[in-house]
């Protein structure tokens, strides 16, 4: 379904000719230059980013869809390729003027198994909400797919777009860095610009994009994400109006956000212009394509999916460039509610975690060495993991003569401690055993708060890694367990703390909670954990931590 009459791109006639290589001007109450009309109201399914329920005799396909895509395919299917959604942007952003002769662009869409609808719509936004003379291609690459509407059907498609849309097929499975690097070599476009295979674009989005970027080649761009319900294709902002935020970490390098701080957002004139972010979430960026490709691309050793995101934050920065988060620029994305797809054979012969030895291939590289055991306390098995041969990440480092992650953390994340302090080592780390009923401390998921129960020890995993610090937090991950006198839960930890009550007793094994005067037993039946007068003959009073070889 394609409103005809829509057509952005051919509306955007010019109202006037600026100067070459102006930077963007604001002029209050004056149409910026390519603002397009407002959209049509339309009323259809999902129109204006209303959620939308399918008809009960679709109810069935709906709930296959889900389990098979993370997301509502068969709610995408009913509704237009190219539907309103609200202008999610501060009302400033309408006054902009950007360069009339900006970089062309490749938008680069890797794909694996994505629903037909949902990949397409983003094809559809992009084209017509983007000025045609700044899009040279919309690069489609496949991830070798294996859906049969993603073959010949897919193909015919694309057939309508006269050729600005190019389709490329991996011969085999690559993940989703490696083929985002493959899209760079084969983009032709001046800038490449990266979206998911499930993003709706806003209005105007793309020349706040790709200004600072032509102001300065060296400046990677992020638009602010709006989301997209899963469920029902509900589109909102994600965060609350007039506020910005930046990208940050976690010291297991999970990707966390921060509000802009005072003192960057004091350098604006206006609170629409673009700032200076750590770090980005991953998928929506554009870069200066022959930049992209100085910095190596990603580090080919970065395997399926995760971390990307930090390694080229931190190049970026620290090898002389900068990004830029722009408010004006505005892209709806679906946030699954799991992740459909399993790495196949990319994830063979690899032990452990795919994601943290990417993480560990990352800090290893970027991070100087009295930064590096931050990632190691949070994280404790990575130590264990092999992360492939560095020999050339490190040489690019020293041949862009880039700067420690010391300088990082001073100049551009110096707020990232106010959240995520420093940590204090572990005393320590492994699976956590209970001498009684011989079975391990589990978190059993990642649902917070959570009660904690004990279950057969299983070794490497995620829910039964236990750690405990010099300062006495006893914590899973980036979850603090906490105990009262109801019983004990799983719980955030709580921002820019490392310490808790716990102090474990090495002479008769018991985890002592200080504040309660009370220490951590199992009940003999139900396995619930309890906080209890602390008897230090007992068997259910005792833990053991043993450590665990990665699998
Ligand atoms: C986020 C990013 C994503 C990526 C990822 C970490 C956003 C909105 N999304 O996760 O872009 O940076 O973090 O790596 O910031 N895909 C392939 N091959 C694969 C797996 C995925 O081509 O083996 C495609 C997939 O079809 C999609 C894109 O890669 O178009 C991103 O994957 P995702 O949507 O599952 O990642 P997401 O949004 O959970
Ligand atoms: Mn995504």
């Not at 957002?265 to 609170?271: C, I, P």
């Not at 190691?376 to 098995?381: K, V, W």
């Amino acid at each position: 379904m394609v409103h005809k009459a829509r057509n952005l791109a051919k509306s955007q006639e010019l109202k006037k000719k600026l100067p070459q290589n102006l930077p963007p001007i604001y002029q209050h109450n004056q149409t910026g230059n390519y603002e397009s009309e407002p959209w049509p109201k339309g009323d259809g399914p999902g129109e204006q980013g209303m959620p939308y329920k399918v008809l009960p005799q679709f109810e069935n396909y709906a709930e296959r869809s889900v389990s098979e895509y993370g997301m509502n395919i068969a709610v995408s299917d009913a509704i237009a390729m190219n539907r309103t959604i609200p202008d999610t942007r501060q009302e400033e952003c309408k006054y902009w003027d950007y360069p009339t002769d900006l970089p062309k662009t490749s938008v680069v869409i890797v794909f694996h198994n994505e629903g037909f609808s949902t990949l397409l719509r983003t094809v559809h936004t992009v084209i017509e909400r983007s000025p045609a003379q700044f899009l040279e291609e919309v690069l489609l690459i496949d991830d070798f797919s294996d859906k049969p509407d993603l073959k010949e059907r897919l193909e015919r498609y694309i057939k309508r777009f006269g050729g600005k849309v190019r389709l490329l097929r991996n011969e085999e499975r690559m993940g989703l860095i490696r083929t985002r690097s493959k899209g760079a070599h084969e983009a032709t476009g001046e800038v490449v610009l990266f979206l998911d295979a499930h993003c709706e674009v806003g209005l105007n989005w793309l020349p706040p994009l790709l200004t600072p970027i032509q102001l300065d080649n060296t400046t990677m761009t992020v638009p602010i994400v709006d989301g997209i319900d899963s469920n029902d294709f509900h589109y909102s902002s994600t965060y609350p109006e007039d506020t910005h935020i930046r990208g940050i970490f976690e010291w297991g390098l999970l990707y966390k956000e921060k509000e802009l701080p005072h003192k960057e957002a004091e350098k604006r004139a206006k609170t629409s212009e673009p700032y200076p972010s750590p770090t980005h979430a991953g998928g929506l960026f554009a870069i200066d394509r022959k930049y992209f490709l100085e910095l190596g691309a990603y580090d080919p050793g970065l395997l399926g999916w995760g971390g990307e995101n930090f390694e080229l934050s931190f190049k970026v920065w620290q090898c002389g460039g900068k990004i830029l988060w722009v408010p004006c620029s505005r892209v709806g994305h679906v946030y699954r509610s799991f992740m459909p797809y399993t790495f196949g054979k990319l994830a063979e012969n690899i032990k452990g975690s795919l994601v943290t030895r990417n993480y560990k291939r990352v800090i290893e590289v970027w991070f100087d060495d009295e930064f590096k055991k931050y990632f190691y306390t949070r994280e404790p098995t990575a130590r264990l993991l092999d992360a492939g041969d560095l020999t050339e990440q490190i040489e690019l480092k020293q041949r862009l003569n880039c700067k420690p992650f010391k300088w990082f953390m001073k100049n551009v994340a110096y707020d990232v401690p106010e959240d995520f302090p420093y940590l204090p080592p572990n005393i320590h780390w492994g699976e956590m055993v209970n001498v009684l009923n011989k079975e391990c401390l589990d978190t059993e998921n990642n649902e917070v708060p959570t009660s904690i129960t004990t279950s057969v020890c299983h070794g490497y995993g995620n829910n039964q890694e236990i750690k405990l610090n010099t300062k006495g937090q006893l914590s899973t991950g980036e979850r603090c367990i906490v105990g009262d006198n109801k019983g004990v839960q799983l719980v955030p930890c709580e921002l820019g703390t490392v310490d808790g009550p716990w102090q474990y007793n090495e002479e008769n094994n018991l985890m002592y909670h200080t504040k309660l005067g009370k220490c951590l037993a199992v009940h003999k039946h139900n396995k619930k954990l309890k906080m209890l007068p602390c008897i230090a003959k007992s068997n259910s009073f005792k833990w053991i931590f043993r450590s665990f070889e990665p699998k």
